[in-house]
Nanobody, 126 residues
Framework: QVQLVESGGGLVQPGGSLTLSCVVS????????IAWFRQAPGKEREGVSCLSTTDGATYYTESVKGRFTISRDNANSPVYLRMNSLKAEDTAVYYC???????????????????WGQGTQVTVSS
């Protein structure tokens, strides 16, 4: 059974930092991708970042480039999303996702991903 578990969310002031973690278990593919999405109240789920384990390529939505970093230490470690210079508009529930196929050109489409975590709340407020 594939499971994804996110952690690391919380309340942070504008300009602050948080690091989210996503632990994937039960996924038997050696080469896959993991993505982070977020969903704010009343808004659609948005692709934030993606990491391909095949070639290490990373992808970011424009609004987080230069502020967020997706990474993984090794094949057995969680996938991290380091978020710096946080803004109020980053407030959302953050989800990690993975799946059997990966199409880089559409990584930001939620329909591409087969498995999702339960989400972790990130609130940026003074």
């Amino acid at each position: 059974q594939v499971q994804l578990v996110e952690s690391g969310g919380g309340l942070v002031q504008p300009g602050g930092s948080l690091t989210l973690s996503c632990v994937v278990s039960g996924f038997t593919s050696d080469y896959y991708a993991i993505a982070w999405f977020r969903q704010a109240p009343g808004k659609e789920r948005e692709g934030v970042s993606c990491l391909s384990t095949t070639d290490g390529a990373t992808y970011y939505t424009e609004s987080v480039k230069g502020r967020f970093t997706i990474s993984r230490d090794n094949a057995n470690s969680p996938v991290y999303l380091r978020m710096n210079s946080l803004k109020a508009e980053d407030t959302a529930v953050y989800y990690c996702a993975t799946g059997w196929g990966f199409w880089a050109s559409t990584w930001f489409a939620s329909t591409q991903w087969d498995y999702w975590g339960q989400g972790t709340q990130v609130t940026v407020s003074s």
